[in-house]
């Protein structure tokens, strides 16, 4: 059992007051907040080590490289990597994802090649691949979903064939919080040859990651999801697919020699790390995954899951909201939608209570015109979160019933 209270005090940000009232924090979605050891290890790198990485021998260049090299380390034992050099350090989901559009991509796939994403990804997992689409001629197919918010399994087989090069579909839902089948989605794909990415931004902080039990090629996610720092992110990749990958950017660290009239390139990880990364919170990162570890992830996963079904619950009592997302398998995000009020107003009036949620398209518009809404209203919820808080969002969501219908 988790003490929720002493992990509360873990999270200096969750005394604030807001508005003259005690944040409730429920937009963890977009961004969780971060406990004290992250906090610390990030103050505690700048005043004590902070020094750029590989290329110095001085003392504090060596700490900082090394801290920095551990952090790959756990990040290869938090995803079950089978190599360290497997994971790419990025500034962010949406980095990696562009990553592998333009190396891979761009190297791979050619003219009628087709594409595979999904009616609910985030614009991040679609964007990068309209703008390879339109530079190589390949072609955007989109797997269809029903009105619950789950993919269609049979119309994304029927899709499958030899023209299919690359599937690229999102674990777990942001706006939904649907869980998709990616196992079975990952053994169709590599049935017809195609590679295989999934967008684990969500799915991170919530489900165990093993991507050798996946076998998917390349797997990404944003630390700030997960109690780290922003700006910092992971791409995992099949070692075999990133040593035939070519670069994605071109600098410092990520060569072996450089004249005028040729350059080699470095080996894994580095051909992809060109330039300063973020190194504090890579660094910090190390601390983030070590809070999650000493917490428990199934611990948390179970406990989140008494929020979503208390929460499922509490907001289905109130009358005229209705739950956008209602798929068998979901982790703690419930969006909704209330009869006649649009969902800005609604979070303008929770802020007003202390109340942070998200409103609006999600970053998933495509999704939002195949539900025919203009967006939702999100809570979703971290590990700190309590059910009282739940009772707080339903006081807050039936005054702005009152005041606005
Ligand atoms: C499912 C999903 N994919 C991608 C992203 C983009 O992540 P980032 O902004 O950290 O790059 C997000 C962020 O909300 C997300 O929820």
Request: with cysteine.
């Amino acid at each position: 059992m988790l003490d929720i209270q002493k992990i509360r005090q873990d999270f200096p940000i969750l005394g604030e007051v807001v508005n003259g009232k005690p944040l409730v924090y429920f937009d963890n979605a977009a961004t969780t907040q971060k406990p004290l050891p992250v906090l610390n290890a990030l103050a505690r790198y700048y005043e004590h080590y902070n020094a750029n990485i590989h290329r110095g021998i001085h003392s504090l260049a060596e700490k900082a490289t090394s801290a920095f090299e551990a952090s790959r380390f756990k990040i290869q034992s938090f995803m079950n990597a089978a190599r360290v050099e497997e994971i790419i350090f990025t500034y962010g989901t949406t980095d990696g994802i562009n990553l592998v559009a333009q190396s891979y991509g761009r190297k791979f796939l050619k003219e009628g090649d087709e594409i595979i994403i999904s009616t609910m990804e985030h614009h991040s997992n679609i964007v990068p691949w309209q703008m390879l689409c339109e530079e190589k001629g390949c072609v955007l197919r989109v797997i269809p979903i029903n009105d619950a918010g789950e993919l269609l399994m049979d119309e994304f087989e029927g899709m499958l064939s030899e023209k299919t090069k690359l599937v690229s579909v999102v674990h777990v839902s942001n706006a939904l919080g649907t869980i998709n089948p990616v196992a079975e989605i990952i053994e169709k794909a590599h049935a017809v040859g195609a590679k295989v990415l999934i967008d684990g931004a969500q799915a991170s902080s919530h489900i165990t990651i093993d991507v050798q039990a996946l076998d998917c090629d390349f797997y990404v996610f944003s630390l700030h999801k997960l109690y780290g720092p922003t700006g910092m992110g992971v791409l995992y990749g099949k070692k075999e697919v990133l040593d035939a990958m070519p670069p994605y950017r071109g600098g410092g660290e990520m060569i072996k020699e450089v004249t005028f009239a040729k350059t080699t390139y470095n080996d894994l990880p580095y051909k992809f790390e060109a330039g300063t990364p973020n190194i504090a919170d890579v660094v910090a990162a190390h601390n983030a995954l070590e809070y999650v570890e000493t917490l428990g992830k199934e611990q948390i996963a179970a406990y989140e899951h008494e929020l979503l079904v208390y929460g499922t619950e509490a907001l289905s009592s109130i009358e005229g909201l209705r739950l956008v997302g209602t798929a068998k398998e979901k982790v703690s995000v419930i969006s909704f939608v209330m009869e006649g009020i649009h969902p800005e107003d609604i979070g303008v009036i929770l802020d007003q209570q202390g109340i942070a949620v998200r409103t609006g398209h999600h970053c998933t518009q495509p999704l939002m015109q195949r539900l025919g809404i203009v967006g939702t209203s999100r809570a979703s919820f971290a590990v700190y979160n309590t059910k009282e808080e739940i009772d707080k969002l339903v006081v807050g969501l039936e005054r702005v019933k009152k005041m606005l219908s």
